[in-house]
C-alpha cells in the first residue's frame, strides 16, 4: 500500500513538471524525453528530501531546493539522449 501511494505521489508530481516544464524552460522539449526526464527528476528528489529528512544531507531549506531546482533545470535542459544516440564519453 504504501509503495503504491509512493508511485502515485511520483507519477502525480512528474505529470506537473511535465505540465509546466515548457514554460519555465522557453521551449517544448521531445515528449517521450520530457516524461523520462520528469520520472528522473521526480524520484531524485524525492531521494534527496528524505535524505534531508533523515539527517544524512546537511544544509539548509533554502540550499537544498536551490540545489534540486539548478540540478533538475539541467537535467532537463540537457540534448536529447534517445536510446538511439551514443552516449557523450
Known amino acids: 500500500?504504501?509503495?503504491?501511494?509512493?508511485?502515485?505521489?511520483?507519477?502525480t508530481v512528474a505529470d506537473l513538471v511535465?505540465?509546466?516544464?515548457?514554460?519555465?524552460l522557453g521551449f517544448?522539449?521531445?515528449?517521450?524525453?520530457?516524461?523520462?526526464?520528469s520520472l528522473f527528476?521526480?524520484?531524485?528528489?524525492n531521494q534527496?528530501?528524505?535524505?534531508?529528512?533523515?539527517?544524512a544531507i546537511t544544509?539548509?531549506?533554502a540550499e537544498l531546493a536551490?540545489?534540486?531546482?539548478r540540478m533538475c533545470i539541467n537535467v532537463l535542459q540537457a540534448p536529447d539522449r534517445s536510446p538511439s544516440?551514443?552516449?557523450a564519453t
Open 48 to 55: 534527496i528530501i528524505e535524505g534531508w529528512l533523515s539527517g
Open 28 to 37: 517544448t522539449p521531445d515528449p517521450d524525453l520530457l516524461r523520462r526526464a
Open 85 to 87: 544516440s551514443p552516449v
Open 59 to 61: 544544509m539548509t531549506a
Open 18 to 24: 511535465v505540465d509546466h516544464a515548457p514554460t519555465a
Open 66 to 69: 536551490a540545489d534540486c531546482a
Open 41 to 45: 527528476i521526480t524520484g531524485g528528489v
Open 1 to 11: 500500500m504504501q509503495q503504491q501511494r509512493r508511485h502515485d505521489a511520483i507519477d
